[in-house]
């Protein structure tokens, strides 16, 4: 091996265990906090060049995750993200409902409901841990600890399956452009949840599929699986409020980001008058555009595609880098590091027809709908500690990355003009807000292979590490890119 390569590889492992921030340009959403488009993972990196250059790239990408993390930094079923269904809590406040809740608009929530009560104004086996307080249909009554009966955890399958490409414009002396698109195909499917299993071990029972009609007054457990906690039921009590758990599979374009870079290399010598390093200040502003489609509201696993809600964002990026000189000087060879940081941030709209809850203890299926909300994202803030190893062997290239990023709580102010109305939406604007927030941190790292001056191939992989109210996606990424 040579010195070159022995040194080269010293400044990866160096460079590999120093980095400490977030790759650029991230989105607002949990699935897919940074969109992967290269094996280089940012524009922060600086090249030389004698003349301006046009270079694109496209690049078929898969991710998946079964797992997230939830408010607390734990690692949960995908579908528990944000926290277990409560199945009681879709009859919470049903005296002040936006909608009459009733049998004859609610033909399967209400005798679901019936159900509930029902079994919860009789005594469950005494001393079981599972009882339940009197009436917890009333969220007044309803303790969580002692209700774990009521919540449904929710495994699920995400994949991402599409195709990015980058068009980057660099005129040669510091200053470019970049556009970034993509195509996908996303699907969310929620696994079986296995209840009766659940049903069967904590109540005693012994059998759930199959059983005979039963005298439910004599067997509690079985009625409200029966009403409410199965399959077939819960996806009934869904519908009628216009839900559905339902895989959620679709095809859309991604969100569309435009960029103007520039880089301002400084020489710094050695005695010998040879340039010791280079420190290259960074600066980039853009603009997320909303092309994605909008999702239908009625899946309750819907995944957006870009933007949460398809927001216009703007982005602010800056950065130091630092090129390090590899002597001998032969084949291109050259090691940096990029420490950066920035911020994403949106404009205030307006919503319609939203799905929002009417209590705090409502949690990821609400069944009621606001008509008309105002939202104001809340920013996305990262910061940027990247490294590269170019032609560290010859025609090949290294670049890694370890990320953190921050999304702060959105803000809703509820538009009802019918003061009732109003006030029961004002009662879950705190808990919805919080589960708007979250924090994201993963690894990145790529290889590029030039095949000509012209042609390069790539592969890159990115994956999560921690963070809250996220999904621990990993990335796969291929790539070919062409330079003009």
């Given at each position: 091996m040579s010195f070159f390569n022995l040194l080269t590889c010293y400044r990866v492992l160096i460079g590999w265990l120093l980095c400490a921030a977030l790759q650029a340009t991230p989105l607002n959403n949990a699935y897919d906090t940074q969109p992967l488009y290269s094996c280089k993972t940012s524009d922060k990196f600086f090249k030389e060049r004698e003349e301006g250059e046009i270079s694109f790239s496209i690049a078929p990408f898969y991710q998946h995750a079964n797992t997230?993390?939830?408010?607390?930094?734990?690692?949960v079923p995908g579908g528990d993200r944000l926290g277990q269904i409560n199945m009681f809590g879709l009859f919470f406040d049903t005296n002040r409902a936006p909608k009459t809740f009733n049998a004859g608009n609610y033909p399967k929530a209400w005798p679901a409901r019936d159900a509930v009560q029902g079994v919860v104004n009789q005594a469950l086996t005494p001393g079981d841990q599972y009882r339940l307080r009197l009436d917890s249909t009333d969220k007044q009554n309803f303790v969580?600890?002692?209700?774990?009966?009521?919540?449904?955890?929710?495994?699920?399958?995400?994949?991402?399956?599409?195709?990015?490409?980058?068009?980057n414009c660099d005129f040669g002396f510091g200053l470019g452009v970049s556009a970034r698109m993509g195509v996908v195909d996303v699907k969310v499917k929620q696994r079986p949840v296995q209840l009766e299993k659940t049903f069967a071990a904590d109540l005693g029972l012994t059998s759930i599929e199959g059983y005979a009609p039963i005298d439910e007054s004599k067997d509690d457990s079985k009625a409200l699986y029966k009403a409410l906690f199965s399959d077939q039921a819960r996806e009934a009590v869904a519908n009628d409020y216009g839900l559905t758990f339902k895989q959620f599979h679709q095809s859309s374009p991604e969100d569309m980001h435009l960029q103007v870079y520039w880089h301002a290399p400084i020489d710094f010598y050695e005695?010998?008058?040879?340039?010791?390093?280079?420190l290259v200040p960074y600066l980039a502003v853009g603009a997320w555009m909303p092309l994605s489609e909008e999702l239908d509201k009625k899946y309750v696993f819907a995944a957006p595609f870009g933007n949460q809600d398809r927001d216009f964002g703007f982005t602010v990026e800056g950065a130091l880098g630092l090129e390090f000189p590899v002597l001998p000087q032969a084949g291109g060879q050259s090691f940096g590091v990029s420490i950066g940081g920035g911020l994403l941030i949106f404009n205030e709209k307006d919503l319609a027809s939203q799905y929002f809850p009417t209590t705090d203890l409502q949690s990821v299926v609400f069944p009621w709908q606001v008509t008309r909300l105002t939202k104001r994202p809340g920013e996305t803030w990262y910061v940027n500690v990247g490294m590269k190893a170019e032609h560290f062997l010859e025609n090949l290239s290294f670049y890694a990355d370890f990320s953190y990023t921050q999304h702060v709580k959105d803000t809703f102010t509820i538009k009802e003009t019918d003061s009732a109305r109003r006030d029961a939406f004002a009662a879950g604007v705190d808990g919805y807000q919080r589960s708007t927030a979250w924090k994201n941190q993963q690894i990145s790292a790529g290889f590029n292979f030039e095949i000509t001056d012209s042609v390069a191939l790539s592969a890159a992989a990115q994956a999560h590490?921690?963070?809250?109210?996220?999904?621990r996606s990993v990335t796969l990424l291929g790539g070919l890119a062409v330079t003009f």
């Open positions: 997230a993390r939830d408010a607390a930094g734990k690692k969580a600890t002692d209700n774990k009966f009521a919540y449904v955890s929710s495994p699920l399958s995400y994949e991402k399956i599409g195709l990015r490409s980058q068009l005695k010998n008058d040879e340039v010791g390093v280079t590490i921690s963070g809250t109210q996220v999904m």
